[in-house]
């Protein structure tokens, strides 16, 4: 899914390794990629112009301002950060100098774009747009007789490619995270969309939101024609194939985003996290305004653009300051629980959602940081921690008395019966004394499985104490039409007889990918 991240991970294992657990060397890291970028921003505006300006002193705030704290209070965040960092890298080293840098600027690039796809969705968004631009880069240098450039531009080109299998190996075996609240409407992903871009001056959650959407979209629309303007002459359009990069970067960002995190509500695309993704949009203005704005009109923008950033950096202080101070009251409260001798499971309770939304998981990982004797979480009680029990079905004669996955086993109330609901693939075991000679039960899609599910395989296994298993049943179930039933068969099998294992077993039918599939039985009665 979209959290396939492992060159963060691995970059976090040795950073917490060298610092002993320590997650605030992590949380530095990020203040300092945020930092290193900003310098180069301000050093390529410099090249661009020949002078420092007064107006360039609101890049480094629109850098690190407190708006975007979750991202460097939360070291597993590095993923999100590497993926600004890289992507405005990228700008920077292709539009201060015309398309045509030295052969080692070149790798550094090539290097960046190529890791991008190892930065879990959001690097592997960015990614395709910034390896087609590198492409285009790289064929107009190889035309460039400039000494070097010919080696610069087959680095160039080698990266995208590089980049592009990268892409290719994180999208396979790809399934889109299945979201019950998920809204697939197109007027819905549309608002997450114009939302997402309100985050382009600072996180927006403190200010009405269409308002910087639509400043941000204005600016967005600037970019994209001075892209125009530049890819006329044929010696800037190394520069307009980094503001196309850019432009398209944030733009699949935000389409795959509206795609994967609309929901009904108000806060999709609002979260504070994603004005981090949105800083390359304040690199495209500023260049975008000192390579392709009119002299005489340049003054004037510089001046509007040092407003606007500085006003969206307030804002983000502003918000961001509340969201820290609120965070520091929320892990006061919960340090004190620990000292307490709180639970897992009573520590999980009152920290749901700030820590964690599912209050069933967060209490296994306090669990286990707990075991681990991580501090703080080594202070807690060990107490019964977590249920790992699968739970009564209303609708079955015997209950069962395990089940794989755990986690991904629930009891369900469907037309006014409890069932036992389960994902792709899952399967409920019942142990058999032996009398048993009949077994009658429903099994069917859940109604969720519309429009979502390309099928699923529904099997009964008799595994005896002794002797080979047998297979009792095979049948597979296709989704029903929009707005028809989801179908349910009913069926009654008689039993070898014996002890025995029953699996009653849900999987993806053979050759077909896993979409959603939302399985479940009931009614189960054995005589």
């Known amino acids: 899914n979209d959290h396939r991240f492992p060159l963060s991970m691995l970059a976090l294992l040795g950073l917490h390794t060298l610092a002993g657990g320590d997650h605030r060397l992590a949380m530095a890291l990020s203040v300092a990629l ?94 395709p747009p910034l390896a087609c631009a590198s492409l285009a880069v ?46 697939d409407r197109l007027t819905a992903q549309l608002a997450t969309l114009a939302r997402f871009f309100s985050q382009g001056g600072g996180p927006s959650r403190f200010e009405p939101w269409p308002a910087s ?32 990069g850019g432009l398209g970067a944030l733009t699949s960002l935000g389409v795959g985003l509206a795609w994967g995190r609309s929901a009904p509500g108000y806060a999709p695309g609002l979260e504070e996290r994603y004005a981090t993704l949105l800083l390359p949009l ?54 004190a629980a620990v000292a307490s001798g709180a639970t897992s499971r009573e520590l999980a309770t009152q920290s749901v959602p700030w820590m964690f939304p599912d209050e069933k998981d967060l209490a296994r990982l306090l669990a286990e940081l707990r075991r681990a004797q991580l501090p703080p979480f080594d202070r807690g009680a060990p107490g019964p921690e977590l249920d790992r029990g699968i739970g009564p079905f209303g609708s079955f004669a015997l209950q069962t008395s395990r089940g794989l996955p755990e986690d991904r086993i629930a009891a369900r109330e469907l037309a006014g019966r409890e069932v036992a609901a389960l994902l792709d693939p899952g399967e409920l075991q019942l142990e058999l004394a032996g009398d048993e000679r009949t077994l009658a039960l429903r099994f069917g899609l859940l109604p969720e499985a519309n429009r979502r599910c390309d099928g699923l395989e529904f099997a009964i296994l008799w595994r005896p104490t002794e002797g080979p298993a047998r297979t009792l049943l095979v049948r597979e179930l296709l989704p029903a039409r929009e707005g028809e ?31 959603w599939e939302r399985g479940y039985f009931a009614d189960l009665e054995l005589r």
């Not at 202080?317 to 929320?330: K, M, S, V």
């Open 34 to 127: 945020l930092a290193a970028v900003a310098a180069l921003a301000l050093a390529s505006l410099r090249r661009m112009r020949g002078r420092t300006c007064a107006s360039d002193a609101v890049v480094p705030l629109a850098f690190l301002h407190f708006g975007h704290w979750p991202n460097l209070l939360l070291s597993f965040q590095l993923w999100m950060v590497l993926t600004a960092a890289i992507t405005c890298a990228w700008i920077a080293s292709f539009a201060a100098a015309n398309g045509r840098v030295t052969t080692r600027r070149a790798l550094l690039a090539a290097l960046g774009i190529a890791c991008l796809p190892l930065l879990g969705g959001s690097g592997a968004l960015s990614a």
């Open 138 to 183: 790289a064929w107009w240098s190889a035309r460039d007789r400039a000494p070097g450039s010919r080696a610069a531009s087959v680095v160039r080109g080698l990266g995208a490619c590089v980049s592009r299998a990268t892409f290719v190996a994180y999208v396979a075996g790809f399934e889109r995270t299945f979201n019950e609240q998920n809204d």
């Open 213 to 244: 959407s639509a400043l941000a979209l204005t600016c967005f629309a600037l970019v994209a024609v001075a892209a125009l303007r530049l890819a006329r002459e044929q010696r800037s359009r190394g520069q307009a194939c980094a503001f196309v």
């Open 282 to 335: 304040v690199l495209l203005v500023a260049f975008a305004i000192e390579l392709a704005a009119r002299e005489h009109w340049r003054p004037l923008l510089r001046g509007l653009f040092a407003a606007l950033t500085l006003a969206g950096c307030v804002n983000g202080t502003w918000g961001g300051w509340n969201g820290i101070r609120a965070l520091r009251d929320d892990s006061l409260r919960f340090e």
């Open 485 to 515: 039933p989801q179908p349910e068969e009913r069926v009654a099998l008689a039993l070898p007889g014996g002890p025995a294992t029953l699996a009653l077993v849900t999987r993806n039918a053979p050759g077909r990918p896993a979409r």
